[in-house]
């Protein structure tokens, strides 16, 4: 039985990784754009705990026009 070395595991894995991105180049940036955007939401949301809080009036005036 054969065993395949870490090496050329990774190497394997890299290589599939890639050809699935390079075929599905769309979906990958819609699905990287959404890391992105999640990623500034949560940093905007560890800013704001830091800040003081602002009435939920004052946002529903603020959307409602």
Do not use: H, P
């Not at 054969?2 to 890639?18: D, G, N, V």
């Not at 955007?37 to 705990?49: F, L, P, S, T, V």
């Amino acid at each position: 039985m054969q065993t395949m070395t870490e090496k050329k595991q990774k190497e394997l894995i890299k290589a599939s990784l890639i050809e699935i991105m390079t075929e599905n180049k769309d979906y990958f940036k819609e699905i990287f754009s959404e890391i992105i955007e999640d990623a500034g939401m949560i940093n905007a949301i560890q800013k704001g705990r830091k800040n003081t809080f602002v009435d939920e009036k004052n946002i529903m005036s603020i959307l409602e026009g």
